[in-house]
């Protein structure tokens, strides 16, 4: 009766017993991965720039009997990302270690490439190449050592299928995409998964920050339907997490059902 409740509890729970860490997590599509991945047995480390947004996420995530760290920091700053992994490695509750990278921080632009504004096209890339790719390869250094661990890069599908109202920031999530590949090309041979999650279009605070509006975007969508939320997104990466060792979801699209392009 003891091995029967222990292996109901394990199939509840299927991440048990793993640190996972978020970025990104105050909001959207990371705030959605956190909970789910949590709810799923996880402890999280969850990492954005405003504290009191990750206040809450904790204390929703403790009140559920979660176990659950905030780390306040900026993406695109390699001092925090090496502070976010230091305080993970020095977290009691969580193992003292990590087992999943969630590489979610990022940012988005309107416009294509003549019409995005382009004193923050650096901005863009910091965040999203840069400071991404130093996440990565700081986490498969680590899981190299383990000889185990999951790397998941958030992309887009307008990193593999371009669109003109977003071509900048396009080609950040194409050049994203690439360095997943080619160090998930690297660390296979070591027990290391990496993964790429291209979101169709997700409703959230991303349009706003991103410059998209009723004119220059969701009018030109409308025909689309329903579009996804943050959690449709969430349920995939945890699905990912999930499958055994030997099988590596290594590229995954979710668009809306009516979404036709890109």
């Not at 090309?185 to 706003?208: D, N, T």
């Not at 004119?215 to 689309?224: D, L, R, S, T, W």
């Amino acid at each position: 009766m003891a091995e029967q409740k222990e292996s109901a509890v394990k199939s509840n729970k299927p991440l048990s017993g793993k640190t996972a860490i978020v970025t990104g997590a105050s909001s959207g599509i990371g705030r959605a991965t956190a909970l789910t991945l949590a709810q799923a047995g996880a402890a999280v480390v969850i990492s954005a720039r405003r504290n009191d947004r990750l206040s809450k996420i904790v204390s929703d995530i403790q009140a559920k009997g979660g176990k659950a760290l905030a780390v306040a920091g900026d993406a695109s700053v390699t001092s925090d990302i090496d502070r976010l992994l230091e305080k993970t490695l020095e977290w009691k509750e969580g193992g003292r270690k990590y087992d999943i990278v969630m590489v979610n921080a990022g940012r988005g632009l309107a416009g294509g490439t003549l019409t995005s504004e382009q004193s923050q096209w650096e901005e863009v890339y910091q965040t999203n190449v840069i400071g991404a790719s130093y996440l990565m390869r700081s986490a498969a250094a680590y899981f190299i050592k383990r000889k185990k661990g999951d790397i998941v890069a958030v992309g887009s599908v307008v990193g593999r299928n371009i669109s003109p109202f977003s071509a900048f920031y396009g080609s950040s999530k194409f050049a994203i995409g690439a360095i997943a590949e080619g160090l998930r090309q690297e660390v296979c041979k070591y027990g290391v998964r990496v993964s790429l999650v291209m979101p169709g279009i997700v409703k959230s605070e991303f349009q706003k920050v991103a410059g998209y509006n009723e004119e220059n975007f969701f009018k030109g969508i409308a025909h689309m339907g329903r579009l996804l939320g943050p959690q449709a997104i969430a349920d995939g990466i945890c699905w990912l997490l999930t499958q055994p060792p030997h099988v590596n979801v290594s590229e995954i699209i979710i668009r809306p059902t009516g979404q036709n392009y890109p």
